[in-house]
């Protein structure tokens, strides 16, 4: 790999590692303002609400400039973010403020990931995305540990008592360390290549960029392997932030964790993801990529069977195959999703495509779960939904891409070999 792969890498590692943890210290920041259980995965959704709003036009941003320059942009929004936070005395103020967070994260997304099919021949994107995907799974594990560890009383009072400039309450001293994370990303979003592709924006319309925003959807939703990559990876993207908040609840129900606890437990998938992540980059090529659709299935009967475990050893267990099971299957999806997009359209494009998508996911996902949460609809009942709806869905798939393969006009291409 090219010396500039690896300051991508920490710059995603320290960027990613602040988002996580400032969710559980939003999440903390909520129960401490008295908010209602159903505003919790309110949070994730305003996140992601500008994925899904700014879609047309951050992929133009991202190809607008080296993309070093973008990321670095988009974290000192982050920082921004993090200032309102700090300040945010009232539960809706506070869910403004992540949702500023979620403004930067959308924009640094399409750089994040773009920048690497400028960087890297087609043939190393599995093992490119592999090791980015890793290493953004140890980030969410760590972050979120971390966001628990921070909230825990021992480490509040430590905080309480450092004496951190204009912090008054533990949550504001955990809102600081994080906001220093963000400037270390920053630094290193500084010393990210230059690639030397043209980044002259040829349209600067708004109206012009949503018409072709809306030709790139079709697009990859018309390519035979575009739209199944990107159906998988949708489902894969709201599945996952819809996982986040349902192991919190049903750690509390399960086991009778805190959230100090339940965070650190919800690490567990991350773990899981981070090993699979990287077994799919030695052992799956981007030619071979469709293969791996069945683990989907997999993964939500594995999910169903979270409702049967009452000791830590089995949640754990479960948690990391859940993990293991869903990085095996996205990986590959991911790299044949970024080598389609960059042929049809574009680095910047395609990423902000693939997020509009995902990120819908997530928002429609959420407030699904939102709407059970308000209901009191038990946790496991809720398990039981959640892992029908991905092995179904996965299933219907799978079915999709063998009817795909079954048609005599199914040629298609990936990297330099022809696939029927």
């Not at 204009?166 to 290549?193: D, G, K, R, V």
């Not at 699979?276 to 293969?291: I, N, P, T, W």
Request: aromatic share 10%; glycine share 8%.
């Amino acid at each position: 790999m090219k010396r500039g792969f690896y300051t991508i890498m920490a710059a995603q590692f320290f960027s990613s590692l602040a988002d996580n943890a400032l969710l559980v210290i939003a999440i903390a920041l909520l129960i401490d303002l008295h908010a209602p259980a159903y505003l919790t995965p309110m949070l994730k959704f305003v996140f992601v609400l500008f994925y899904v709003i700014l879609a047309p036009f951050v992929g133009a941003f991202a190809d607008s400039m080296p993309k070093g320059r973008v990321m670095f942009l988009s974290n000192c929004v982050k920082m921004f973010g993090c200032g309102l936070l700090f300040f945010a005395a009232h539960q809706y103020s506070a869910i403004a403020a992540y949702a500023v967070v979620g403004l930067g994260a959308a924009a640094y997304s399409p750089a994040k990931y773009g920048i690497l099919t400028e960087l890297l021949p087609a043939e190393k994107l599995v093992i490119a995305n592999g090791w980015i995907e890793g290493l953004t799974v140890a980030s969410i594990v760590i972050g979120t540990v971390m966001g628990g560890v921070l909230i825990t009383p021992v480490v509040s009072d430590a905080l309480l008592n450092s004496n951190l400039p204009f912090a008054e309450t533990a949550l504001q001293a955990s809102i600081l360390l994080i906001a220093l994370i963000y400037s270390i990303a920053a630094i290193f979003n500084l010393y990210i290549p230059n690639t030397g592709i043209d980044h002259r924006i040829l349209k600067k319309n708004p109206f012009f960029l949503v018409h072709e925003f809306s030709h790139c959807v079709k697009l990859l939703w018309t390519d035979k392997l575009g739209q199944i990559s990107l159906a998988v990876t949708t489902l894969f993207w709201g599945a996952g932030a819809t996982l986040q908040f349902i192991v919190l609840s049903w750690a509390a129900v399960a086991l009778g964790y805190p959230l100090s606890k339940a965070a650190q437990l919800q690490g567990m998938v991350a773990i899981g993801i981070a090993v699979g992540a990287v077994m799919a980059a030695r052992l799956v090529s981007l030619r071979e990529s469709l293969k791996v659709i069945p683990l989907g299935i997999a993964m939500g009967v594995v999910v169903i069977a979270m409702i049967f475990a009452r000791d830590l050893w089995v949640a754990v267990i479960l948690l990391v195959v859940i993990g293991g099971l869903a990085g095996f299957f996205v990986v590959p999806m991911n790299a044949l999703l970024q080598h389609r997009g960059h042929i049809l359209m574009g680095a910047g494009h395609s990423i902000a495509v693939q997020n509009f998508n995902e990120n819908l996911s997530i928002l429609v996902m959420l407030s699904v779960y939102a709407l059970l949460v308000m209901f009191d609809v038990h946790i496991y009942i809720v398990l039981v939904l959640f892992g029908l709806f991905v092995s179904i869905t996965m299933i219907l798939v799978r079915k999709w891409h063998l009817l795909n393969q079954s048609k005599k006009d199914s040629l298609y291409l990936i990297g330099e070999k022809k696939v029927y």
